[in-house]
Structure formats: C-alpha cells, structure tokens
C-alpha cells in the first residue's frame, strides 16, 4: 500500500492532469461497480438470492450464472433477478456521478467491460460509451442465427414480479423471433456474442476519438481494471502511453494499482478504493 502522503500526492497530480489533459480515455472494470455498492457477495446477495442459497449453495451471485438448472423456469428466476438488480436498480453510491463530474466539459470517453449500464444511468453521453462485452440489458438468439439484441427491460420485470417458488411462468420463456431457439444474455461468454450494429458503432466512435488525439496530451484512466481480461482495457493502456510521450497513464485500484517500468516516469498509481478517491478529487 502506498503512504498516505504518496497517494495525497498522487491524487493532487492526478487532479492538475485531469484538468490540463486534451483528453480523457476512462477504462472502467468491475472495481468501479464494485466501489458503487454492485457488490456479488454478501448482504446483498443474500437479500435478493436467500431461497437460492438454501437449496444450491451458492456462494456468489456470480457463480451461481453457470448453475445447470433442471428447467429454464428456474434458470430465468435466477437470470432475471440478477439482471434486475444489476442493471436496472440504481447503484447505492454516487460513484459513477461524481466521475461524470470530473470529466464533465472535457472531450472524454470510457471503454468499459461492465455490463451493468451503470455510465448511462449516471448521465454520461451514450456517443462517448463502448460497452466491449455486452449489456445485461439485451438479449440475443443463443444460437445466434442472427446479428441482433433485443431489450429485455419489460419481461424481465414481468419475470421478477410474476415467479414463484424460484420458478418463472413457461409462458415467458424468451425465445428468438427468428428461428425459435431460446434466447441469452448478451454477454461475452464463448463465440456465440453477438456484436451487433450499436456494437460496432460503438467501436468505430473509439477508434476515431483515439485517432482524432494522437500524439496530443492525453490522460489514460484506469479505473477498477483486474487481471481477467486485461487486453482489452490495461495492456492497450499502457501500449498507448509507452508510444505517445505526451500520455500519462493513471491507475486507481484497491488492490492491484501497477504498471510496467518502462512507462513509470509518466504513471499514477492509486491503491485506495475508486468512490474515496473520486471524492477527494471533486
């Protein structure tokens, strides 16, 4: 752990950098839900998951996804609860409003892994977002025959309030409208993702925001970036800042702020939790 006049310092740096950059690329992982109260454990999974729990186990919201049901009645209790909670409840802290605020004016964008549409409900600017794994908000054909989603917000609260007994009604079962299959998440699991249109979109506006700002001073932040899928966010990060000598790299991690040596005389690297951290900077 740093001292706490290094990260005072680090913070302070990182303060003059947000203020000074040309832009702001935001990278946001599972650290930063997690710093707004979207925790997977604990008193809230056992307040939405309790009858679950009794009869499987389960030990995290998460693991409890890949459960092999006997009946889709039972997996889409489990799947729609899970996506309610997630997705569309509000965060229980203001973590992701007060990072609007310290990027609000600047010429910004957030690439993100989550899942939870956490940035858009907090008021971020849905042309500056590239959700690179999908959106528990949409569905897909699990096949999938086709290259489209589907929003989900209306049968999943139908799924919510009408399941009984950890099962949900057969009739609303999802099922794709093109071939008959049974619909899933929208979530980057194996090759069946779907990307679709608003997907690549998505992706088209990133590459431009980075090709418009080459070479100019941009800050590269990382936010609640862990170890498992770290080619999409951490290693572009510091790729980018190694070959752009204008670019700072800033990391704020509870527990894994770090960086290669070769960018480290252009790096900040924050081991406290992102909510405190965003807190002291506003």
Same mark, same amino acid.
């Given at each position: ?87 569309? +409840? ?9 990072? !609007?605020? %310290?990027?609000? $004016?600047?010429?910004?964008? /957030? ?98 925001? +980075? ?9 590269? !932040?990382? %936010?609640?970036? $862990?170890?498992?899928?770290? /080619? ?51």
């Amino acid at each position: 752990m740093k001292s706490t006049s290094a990260c005072c310092d680090n913070i302070a740096r990182l303060k003059q950098e947000l203020d000074t950059a040309d832009a702001v690329v935001i990278g946001a992982g599972s650290g930063l839900s997690t710093s707004a109260g979207f925790t997977y454990t604990g008193e809230r999974f056992q307040k939405y998951f309790g009858d679950f729990i009794a009869k499987y186990g389960f030990r995290d919201m998460y693991s409890g996804g890949f459960y092999p049901f006997d009946s889709l009645e039972e997996h889409w209790a489990y799947w729609s609860r899970y996506i309610y909670i997630n997705r569309y +409840l509000d965060a229980p802290k203001p973590v992701y409003q007060e990072l !609007l605020k %310290l990027v609000q $004016g600047k010429d910004y964008f /957030v690439l993100t892994t989550n899942v939870d549409h956490c940035f858009q409900k907090a008021g971020f600017d849905k042309q500056r977002l590239f959700y690179t794994q999908g959106d528990y908000g949409l569905w897909q054909c699990s096949r999938p025959c086709h290259q489209k989603t589907y929003d989900n917000e209306t049968i999943v609260k139908k799924m919510v309030y009408e399941q009984k007994d950890r099962k949900i009604p057969s009739e609303l079962i999802p099922s794709c409208p093109v071939c008959g299959a049974t619909m899933s998440m929208n979530l980057r699991a194996d090759d069946t993702f779907v990307e679709d249109e608003g997907w690549h979109t998505a992706a088209r506006r990133y590459e431009d925001f +980075l090709h418009r700002h080459e070479g100019q001073h941009i800050l590269f !932040l990382e %936010l609640g970036v $862990g170890g498992n899928t770290p /080619v999409i966010i951490k290693y572009p990060f510091w790729r980018m800042t190694f070959q752009n000598p204008r670019a700072v790299y800033a990391c704020i991690n509870q527990n894994e702020a770090y960086c290669p040596p070769e960018i480290e005389n252009r790096l900040l690297c924050i081991e406290n939790d992102i909510g405190e951290v965003l807190t002291a900077l506003l």
